[in-house]
């Protein structure tokens, strides 16, 4: 028996957005890559300030979805009600979020990956991760829950998105790509994405090893909300068999240590998970009375792909602040948002205007719409 596998960190190649042959290169053999300066220092230090605008509630008053309430940014003990630690689904259509995704830099990145230009951007959400010092009950929660069932890498369980909308089942001849971008470095101190390197090439191999540690309640429904509560982890949940089903297969998961501003463009299929700090007080990072780590969540995918009602659908989930993530069933999303929308008999009152839309927005929200 060997010594007990304890989680690495690694600095990918920092690859300029110029550099297409080698982004493909690396995402094809990896799958991910590091895209440098993404959003320059400028850019950054402004994409910074549309978040707090957010996360102070200055920005859309009118939206109804849940969100931070009575945050002050100089003041770390504010950081507590309305939201807690994580995945911020109310970023959706922040400022800050559409800021990111129309930077040159970012759309470059994109169109260097797929080799095409005209791209339509998922709404996707923040992940916005605070200190100790916020006293935020999920912080508490999150700090109390390091040994997790699946074993004790001490980060979410691993996945992978294979079977996001589009791959080989829904046209597109390739697996969708979404990407990461830190607004504060972030790295195993801070916390940080982790990512098992080549595994977008084995998933039904590492899914097959999986299997063997999980005991499923068969009767159980495949969609269930609170699907982890339909399975076990069969073993003790130490880190090497968590391990286990990727080093059999050759493969090591590391934590990622990326500057501010880079971009990590993932294939979707990628195996990959957020790991927790290893400071979680942010004295060693960015501060202990400021944010542990923000990042963005970002997709994008060819127009071409889009049927024209699902372009209207976008439009109009863009008015109802509605999210539309890479791996849900688009025409459902679709059905739905035509439902709902005033323009269409529904009664959800919209939050906002497609009309009045930057047309940077609006070219990556539907490139095909014109003022009639
Ligand atoms: O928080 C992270 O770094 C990872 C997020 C993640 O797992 C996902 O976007 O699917």
């Not at 994109?110 to 991760?129: C, K, P």
């Not at 090497?240 to 934590?255: F, I, K, M, R, S």
């Not at 929308?341 to 839309?357: E, L």
């Given at each position: ?83 807690g630690d ?50 935020n009950k999920d912080v508490?929660q ?231």
């Open positions: 028996m060997g010594s007990p596998f304890v989680l690495g960190e690694i600095s990918p190649p920092r690859i300029q957005v110029s550099n297409t042959a080698g982004i493909s290169k690396q995402l094809d053999s990896e799958g991910f890559v590091c895209i440098e300066a993404c959003l320059n220092a400028d850019e950054l230090a402004h994409a910074r300030d549309l978040l707090w605008e957010h996360l102070e509630g200055r920005e859309c008053p009118q939206m109804t979805q849940s969100r931070p309430v009575g945050w002050k940014r100089d003041d770390v003990t504010t950081w507590v009600e309305g939201h994580g995945l911020m689904t109310s970023t959706c259509h922040c400022d800050s979020m559409w800021f990111a995704r129309t930077r040159p830099g970012v759309i470059a990145g994109f169109e260097a990956a797929f080799g095409e230009q005209i791209l339509t951007a998922a709404f996707d959400r923040m992940s916005v991760n605070l200190p100790t010092a916020s006293n508490q999150r700090l109390a829950a390091t040994g997790h069932a699946h074993g004790r890498l001490n980060m979410q369980e691993l996945h992978t998105h294979k079977n996001a909308y589009y791959d080989e089942r829904n046209g597109a001849a390739f697996t969708d790509f979404y990407s990461i971008i830190p607004l504060w470095d972030m790295n195993q101190g801070t916390g940080a994405t982790a990512v098992v390197p080549g595994s977008h090439k084995l998933v039904p191999e590492i899914l097959a090893l999986r299997a063997r540690n999980w005991e499923a309640d068969e009767g159980a429904p495949v969609r269930s909300k609170k699907w982890w509560l339909n399975r076990k982890w069969i073993g003790e949940g130490k880190p090497d068999e968590d391990v286990a089903q990727y080093t059999e297969l050759g493969l090591t998961p590391y934590v990622t240590n990326i500057k501010a501003g880079d971009m990590v463009i993932f294939d979707t299929a990628l195996f990959h998970a957020g790991c927790a700090a290893a400071d979680p007080t942010g004295a060693t990072g960015n501060g202990s009375d400021q944010l542990l780590r923000a990042i963005y969540i970002m997709g994008m995918t060819p127009a071409r792909l889009k049927t024209p009602r699902e372009l209207h659908a976008r439009r109009l989930a863009y008015e109802l602040d509605l999210p539309w993530y890479p791996d849900h069933d688009h025409p459902q999303i679709t059905e739905r948002v035509f439902k709902e929308h005033t323009s269409q008999g529904g009664d959800v009152k919209s939050v906002r205007n497609f009309a009045s839309a930057s047309a940077e927005i609006q070219q990556l929200i539907d490139p095909t719409w014109s003022v009639a």
